[in-house]
């Protein structure tokens, strides 16, 4: 690696990733993204796992759903930076809270949190988060983001699958007022999701947080007030 040196004294050193055997342009160039991303430094200094900590407390910020007390569900958790941030919002480490965790991956322990390694989608799913959480959740979070094909149409219509069912997971386990906050990809596809959101949440809008890279399609789409599920009608009526 190497530095390269600014013009003005002070002025910080933006680090240069140099070619090497079987280093692609691509990986050089996100090497080089992390390794001059604040949001990456800071993220070590604080003790969070992933910058994806900071999406989250900066949307919270504003929108101020998390509280102590709350039960929250952390969908596809790893490496646990939502959690994190999650958990100590919600006093879950001094038994205010809870916050559960899934995810296909491992995760290692974090203070105040539940992880079991599940598939979100399995049938069983959403009984044993409420079973984790004691009860229905209050919030459901997902960064979750579909393996890329680098096909761009391909890649926003994998997204939106995945947050659909993100959302049907939600329905499942939110208490009535609940939240659902989840990663989307800007493409144009996403009006059925979104009109079935505003259908079952009093609330629903597009955030982008600024720990969102400008050049990034990426939006997270916020949904409260959750209005709970309907019992389905008398079909003998």
Same mark, same amino acid.
């Given at each position: 690696?190497?530095?390269?040196?600014?013009?003005?004294?002070?002025?910080?050193?933006?680090?240069?990733v140099?070619?090497?055997?079987?280093?692609?342009?691509s990986?050089?160039?996100?090497?080089?993204?992390?390794?001059?991303?604040p949001?990456?430094?800071?993220?070590?200094?604080?003790?969070?796992?992933?910058?994806?900590?900071?999406?989250?407390?900066?949307?919270?910020?504003?929108?101020?759903f998390?509280?102590?007390g709350?039960?929250?569900?952390?969908?596809?958790?790893?490496?646990?930076?939502?959690?994190?941030?999650?958990?100590?919002?919600?006093?879950?480490?001094?038994?205010?809270?809870?916050?559960?965790?899934?995810?296909?991956?491992?995760?290692?322990?974090?203070?105040?949190?539940?992880?079991?390694?599940?598939?979100?989608?399995?049938?069983?799913?959403?009984?044993?988060? $409420?079973a984790?959480?004691?009860? *229905?959740a209050? %919030?459901?979070?997902?960064?979750?983001?579909?393996? @890329? /094909? &680098?096909h =761009?149409?391909t890649?926003?219509?994998?997204?939106?699958?995945?947050?659909?069912?993100?959302?049907d997971?939600?329905?499942?386990?939110?208490?009535?007022?609940?939240?659902?906050?989840?990663?989307?990809?800007?493409?144009?596809?996403?009006?059925?999701?979104?009109?079935g959101?505003?259908?079952?949440?009093?609330?629903? $809008?597009?955030?982008?947080?600024? *720990?969102?890279? %400008?050049?990034?399609?990426?939006?997270?789409?916020? @949904? /409260? &007030?959750? =209005?709970g599920?309907?019992?389905?009608?008398?079909?003998?009526?």
């Amino acid at each position: 690696m190497s530095q390269s040196r600014g013009g003005g004294r002070g002025r910080d050193l933006a680090v240069r990733v140099r070619s090497g055997r079987g280093r692609t342009l691509s990986s050089r160039l996100w090497l080089e993204r992390q390794l001059n991303d604040p949001y990456v430094a800071r993220a070590r200094r604080e003790g969070y796992r992933s910058r994806a900590a900071y999406k989250l407390i900066e949307i919270d910020d504003k929108a101020h759903f998390l509280k102590p007390g709350m039960r929250v569900a952390d969908l596809g958790a790893a490496p646990g930076g939502w959690s994190q941030v999650a958990a100590r919002r919600v006093g879950a480490a001094e038994g205010k809270g809870r916050v559960a965790a899934i995810d296909l991956l491992e995760m290692e322990a974090i203070p105040g949190v539940a992880f079991q390694k599940l598939d979100f989608l399995d049938p069983s799913a959403p009984d044993k988060l $409420k079973a984790m959480l004691g009860g *229905a959740a209050d %919030a459901v979070l997902s960064d979750m983001a579909a393996n @890329a /094909t &680098g096909h =761009r149409k391909t890649d926003h219509l994998k997204i939106v699958a995945l947050v659909e069912s993100a959302a049907d997971f939600a329905r499942e386990v939110l208490a009535p007022g609940g939240t659902f906050l989840a990663k989307v990809i800007q493409g144009g596809t996403e009006s059925e999701l979104l009109a079935g959101l505003r259908r079952d949440f009093a609330s629903v $809008k597009h955030v982008k947080p600024p *720990a969102s890279r %400008a050049d990034s399609a990426e939006l997270y789409v916020l @949904a /409260t &007030g959750y =209005r709970g599920q309907k019992p389905a009608e008398n079909m003998h009526k």
